[in-house]
């Protein structure tokens, strides 16, 4: 495989961090398939994890100046990835927040580099976009602009709310809401190009389509 999204799909299975089988999501549904970045959780699959933030936000072109990383699994994921952006010649500060102020020290909920000019959201999905909306605020309240959200997989799927489907997913939302392009590693559609290309995950091809025909939204 030369397509680093195909790439990231094969790496996620297996490391078995993206799965297969029954399972209900956040939203309440019934999933055939499960994605869960926190499973990358030894130094290996982690800094592979990072080399593809690092590239895919390096072939996107945006223009950044720093990352954040909202806790909890973002400030692995930013902090990792500056890690592998210096690898690649970039050198990039970051920054993380606390969920509870702290009142000692150098106090406040911000820590790491000062928040100032465009800053990359790093996260691993989108789902309610709770998190990204927090960081939006923070990172405006310190005088900076948020530059992009970079997620590892995005699942293409319909956001709803009291049972009432959306046309948009919560990344269309959340790119709309905020007027920020909101940017992948891989996403559904690449999913099911990897499902239809191996013979061996052929079983789960057909139900991850009926998923997408019923919640997913167009690329």
Known sequence: MDNLRQQFIAFSVEAEVLKFGQFVTKAGRNSPYFFNAGLFHDGATLGKL????AQTLLDS???????????YKGIT????TAVALAAKGRDTSFAYN???AKDHGEGGTIVGAGLKGRVVIIDDVI?????VRESVQMIRAAGAE???VLIALDRMERAGRDGVLSPLSAVQEVSQTYGIPVI????LADLFTYLSADPAMAQHKDAVAAYRAQYGVAE
């Open 127 to 131: 789902s309610a976009g709770t998190s």
């Open 146 to 148: 948020p530059a992009a």
């Open 77 to 80: 994921l930013a902090s990792a």
């Open 184 to 187: 992948s590693i891989a996403n």
């Open 98 to 100: 606390r969920k509870e």
């Open 61 to 71: 072109g945006i223009e950044f100046d720093m990352l954040f990383g909202p806790a």
């Open 50 to 53: 990072a080399q593809f933030y």
